[in-house]
């Protein structure tokens, strides 16, 4: 999920660097397309929904939809000799659906075993940023220090 958090907060500016971001990321690409740098600007769209969801119930309903439109049945593979793991998707996906399953199981288990507020936008008055809250209390309301500090100068300064 924090590589939905990255395409989200700082969009690659080609299929070169998309891929690249992939991999620093340590998402091994194994396919990819003409179309996947339209599609995973697409994707990230379309996440980004789960994101701004007003209330959990908007929240699981946009993510339920999601996981059902790109996910398929689990499996359990060393397709690529680096050990078992699972796969929510068919073999043979494009970049853009790898991406789209590992940012929406991801995100279906952050929210699952994390808490179902744990993803957010920046409270900070002059921030949109997107963060995961992996903040041990859960309650992270700042997309980084730097902002939840600005915040906190900005309300001093106010009183």
């Not at 439109?69 to 853009?96: C, F, K, M, N, Q």
């Not at 808490?115 to 700042?142: E, I, K």
């Amino acid at each position: 999920m924090l590589l939905a958090v990255d395409l989200a907060n700082d969009p690659p500016a080609d299929l070169r660097e998309l891929v690249r971001r992939c991999d620093a990321h340590d998402m091994l690409v194994e396919t990819v397309g003409p179309t996947d740098f339209a599609g995973c600007r697409t994707l990230i769209a379309e996440w980004l929904t789960v994101v701004g969801a007003t209330d959990v119930a908007a929240r699981v309903e946009r993510l339920n939809a999601l996981l059902a439109a790109h996910a398929s049945h689990p499996r359990v593979t060393d397709h690529a000799g680096t050990g078992w793991h699972i796969h929510y998707r068919e073999s043979g996906a494009s970049l853009t659906g790898q991406l789209a399953v590992l940012i929406l199981t991801g995100t279906a288990l952050h929210l699952t075993t994390r808490g179902m507020n744990r993803l957010g936008r920046c409270a900070s008055s002059d921030c949109d940023l997107v963060f995961a809250d992996v903040s041990r209390n859960g309650r992270q309301r700042y997309c980084s220090p730097r902002c939840g500090s600005r915040e906190a100068v900005r309300r001093y300064r106010a009183s």
